[in-house]
């Protein structure tokens, strides 16, 4: 069974410029979260989606928003890129509802957006 | 604010040993922890969890061990084997939060031949 893809693997982008990253679950997996993780630290949550609805939303700059689909795909779009946005996003899906208890997530090898 | 926190940023054991990586975290809500492990280039994969009810869970190679008094969670891998070499993250959940995890800042651990 293929795993969490997301695409695409690397991407150069320029100040003020917009940006779409994308994500499929693993099949039969109904929630999606992402999360940026920058050189040096862990992983930060930003979007939770569930059934394409928002559940979740980490301390992130409206310059964030998500979105899922009706096939459960995902995408994270990031308006006016500043420098501070260069990281690697993680994309993970989850079986369960965001409800439920002890439900691992499982994540995409990333994408990693450099801003220059 | 960081609520999770690990603070080796490496550790090196020799082949066959114990590894042991620490995490330290100060939200007593917090509920539900896990361990990933990281390869270069690739997404942090799931290793093992523990939940709050319980102070140990165990799964072949790998021990994780919860001293919710002490706000402490550790991860033991015996033997330890050079494939192990990895970035190891911890993380915990807020009860109810549903997924929104909390992240350590990783220690990389290598295994020596």
């Known amino acids: 069974d293929a795993g969490v893809t997301q695409s695409p693997t690397h991407l150069i982008k320029t100040r003020g410029q917009h940006v779409t990253l994308r994500c499929s679950p693993i099949?039969?997996?109904?929630?999606v979260s992402w999360y940026q993780q920058v050189l040096g630290q862990g992983p930060q949550f930003i979007f939770q989606?569930?059934?394409?609805?928002?559940?979740g939303r980490g301390n992130f700059p409206d310059r964030f928003s998500a979105r899922q689909f009706p096939n459960y795909s995902s995408e994270l779009n990031v308006n006016a890129l500043l420098l501070g946005d260069s990281a690697l996003y993680l994309c993970?899906?989850?079986?369960?509802?965001?409800?439920?208890?002890?439900?691992?997530?499982?994540f995409g090898n990333g994408t990693r957006l450099t801003v220059t | 604010d960081q609520q999770v926190k690990q603070n080796s940023p490496s550790l090196s054991v020799q082949e066959g040993r114990i590894s042991i990586l620490n995490c330290d975290y100060t939200?007593?809500?917090?509920?539900?922890f896990l361990w990933y492990k990281k390869y270069p280039a690739e997404g942090p994969t799931f290793l093992i969890s523990?939940?709050?009810?319980?102070d140990k869970n165990e799964d072949g190679r790998f021990t994780v061990f919860l001293n919710k008094s002490a706000k402490h969670l550790s991860l033991h891998i015996v033997p330890s084997q050079p494939g192990d070499s990895a970035v190891y993250f911890c993380?915990?959940?807020?009860?109810?939060?549903?997924?929104?995890?909390?992240f350590g800042t990783g220690t990389s651990l290598t295994v020596i031949p």
């Open positions: 993970a899906s989850s079986l369960f509802p965001p409800s439920s208890y002890n439900s691992p997530l499982h």
């Open positions: 099949s039969g997996h109904k929630s």
């Open positions: 989606y569930y059934e394409k609805e928002e559940r």
């Open positions: 939200n007593s809500m917090f509920d539900y």
């Open positions: 523990i939940s709050s009810i319980k």
């Open positions: 993380a915990a959940e807020l009860s109810n939060t549903g997924n929104q995890f909390y």
